[in-house]
T-cell receptor, first 113, second 117 residues
């Protein structure tokens, strides 16, 4: 499945580093999402963008900063993370008012040391 | 707020047999969507099947079918003729009727399905 791609696939960073996760969708969708998946917890919706405008921020700490420069690209900028931020970060996209299904990328496995 | 409950953390099925994964949800909405997603060890979340709440007919996709009971707020997934490739985490998800122009999915905690020979 190459409809939604994410880079990097794995990332190890220290608590003082700054890094960015990238997501790109090739499906012509108009909404994009960031999720956090931690062990033994339901997927947590972090951010939602529709038509490049952020429509939801689910009480996410400010050390996570999203950016959506266009409808195909979504970034998650990370800085001064904590070890509890280690998780799988999933990007998804959907075509609203047509089908509503969300299509997911393969995820970025983030480890904060 | 909507909640989704998957009460079976793990299930096991023999190859070629049938297994049913359960999901219940809580909502005050009358119009919504429900989904089952599969997440194999590769971690890619894959859509298995969707159901619109206004449709009485249960959705079917090849070996996958659902039993949607709107009054009971139940949405179970039946996998027939199970195959080794069906081994994965299965997540039930509810799509809220969103006021904006994007979806909001609420996921259950997942059911890990093992397929044995």
């Amino acid at each position: 499945e190459t409809g939604v791609t994410q880079t990097p696939r794995h990332l190890v960073m220290g608590m003082t580093n700054k890094k960015s996760l990238k997501c790109e969708q090739h499906l012509g969708h108009n909404a994009m999402y960031w999720y956090k998946q931690s062990a033994k917890k339901p997927l947590e919706l972090m951010f939602v963008y529709s038509l490049e405008e952020r429509v939801e921020n689910n009480s996410v700490p400010s050390r996570f900063s999203p950016e959506c420069p266009n409808s195909s690209h979504l970034f998650l900028h990370l800085h001064t993370l904590q070890p509890e931020d280690s998780a799988l970060y999933l990007c998804a996209s959907s075509q609203e008012r047509i089908s509503y299904e969300q299509y997911f990328g393969p995820g970025t496995r983030l480890t904060v040391t | 707020a909507q909640t989704v409950t998957q009460s079976q953390p793990e299930m096991s099925v023999q190859e070629a047999e049938t297994v049913t994964l359960s999901c219940t949800y809580d909502t005050s909405e009358s119009d919504y969507y429900l989904f089952w997603y599969k997440q194999p060890p590769s971690r890619q979340m894959i859509l298995v099947i969707r159901q619109e709440a206004y449709k009485q007919q249960n959705a079917t996709e090849n070996r996958f079918s659902v039993n949607f009971q709107k009054a009971a707020k139940s949405f179970s997934l039946k996998i027939s003729d199970s195959q080794l490739g069906d081994a994965a985490m299965y997540f039930c998800a509810y799509r809220s009727t969103y006021t904006g122009t994007a979806s909001k999915l609420t996921f259950g905690t997942g059911t890990r399905l093992q397929v044995t020979l």
